[in-house]
């Protein structure tokens, strides 16, 4: 099992833990952002109200699969070359969604830069593992969180502004452009945290054992199962709102994302207060870290 020094010998700045803070809204704002534009999407790809959800559905599959198989990755081949790959990945898929005509390459491709973008959900948390426990850790990942929060927040906001200079491809390039400036602070400021003594590689039966064990954790699974729930709620309704609010109620995008951003600022908080609580519980070393249903090391 991985475990971190009592005293690590890397101590981040605070543009270092801004720059983590950012790379971890790469997921929410590219689930939010784009929120307003619906309406705009289904038209131009040809498939009717409704059909961009289906978009939203394949980003959180490519999410669920990327989380469940990158941590083992960052485990074997460290923190930093993943995290550089993943945002390619990210990078390049974001600007095919942006050129893309047709609906069903708009759909893969998102599942695809959620595969990509996964990596930014779990290599800032695994970060922290490395170079932090105790009160540290509960520290960084207050000040993580904190820059995290903003992000999901903010995204239909922006996707809004975007929407009144240009149509929803602008979304995507803008979000194409971030995440490529992000991967290049991420080469030059950000250190490797997981020396090569502390890594090793594990054989998918064993991956899959790990799994098992968790879903036997009765801590594990009753925070995991309640931040689930509460989450699928908020994207049943998220997912719905532009038909709802656009299509029948004939309300504008920036209406909409008032609505969005209120949701998104409620759940930031719930998930801060009770995110930074489990790092410091008494509970089971293997559930102390959980803040979401991804990989953590050890």
């Not at 689930?228 to 532009?242: E, G, I, K, Q, R």
Request: aromatic letters at 12%.
């Amino acid at each position: 099992m991985l475990t971190s020094s009592p005293h690590p010998a890397i101590r981040f700045s605070t543009g270092q833990i801004i720059l983590l803070g950012l790379v971890s809204t790469i997921g929410p704002i590219s689930t939010d952002m784009y929120l307003p534009a619906f309406p705009q999407l289904e038209r131009d790809l040809g498939q009717g109200p409704g059909s961009a959800q289906l978009t939203l559905a394949a980003w959180f599959i490519g999410l669920a699969i990327g989380q469940f198989c990158l941590g083992p990755l960052s485990d074997r081949f460290g923190r930093h070359k993943p995290m550089v790959v993943g945002l390619a990945i990210y990078v390049l898929a974001t600007i095919a969604l942006a050129t893309t005509t047709s609906y069903w390459s708009f759909c893969l491709l998102r599942l695809v830069a959620a595969l990509g973008g996964a990596i930014t959900s779990v290599i800032p948390r695994a970060i922290v593992r490395d170079v932090a426990t105790g009160h540290e850790a509960v520290r960084l990942m207050s000040q993580l969180t904190l820059v995290f929060g903003v992000g999901p927040i903010l995204a239909p906001s922006l996707g809004s502004v975007f929407l009144a200079f240009g149509s929803w491809r602008l979304i995507f390039w803008a979000g194409a452009v971030a995440a490529a400036l992000l991967a290049g602070l991420w080469l030059v400021v950000m250190p490797e945290t997981l020396p090569e003594e502390k890594r090793y590689a594990l054989p998918p039966i064993e991956i899959l054992r790990r799994y098992i064990s968790l879903v036997r954790e009765p801590v594990f699974m009753s925070s995991a199962t309640l931040s689930s729930f509460s989450t699928f709620v908020m994207f049943a309704y998220l997912s719905n709102a532009p038909l709802l609010f656009e299509h029948l109620l004939g309300f504008t995008p920036r209406a909409l994302q008032s609505s969005s951003a209120s949701m998104r600022g409620g759940s930031f908080w719930r998930r801060r207060s009770t995110g930074v609580c489990r790092i410091a519980s008494s509970s089971p070393p293997s559930c102390r870290q959980v803040f979401w249903p991804v990989w953590f090391p050890g």
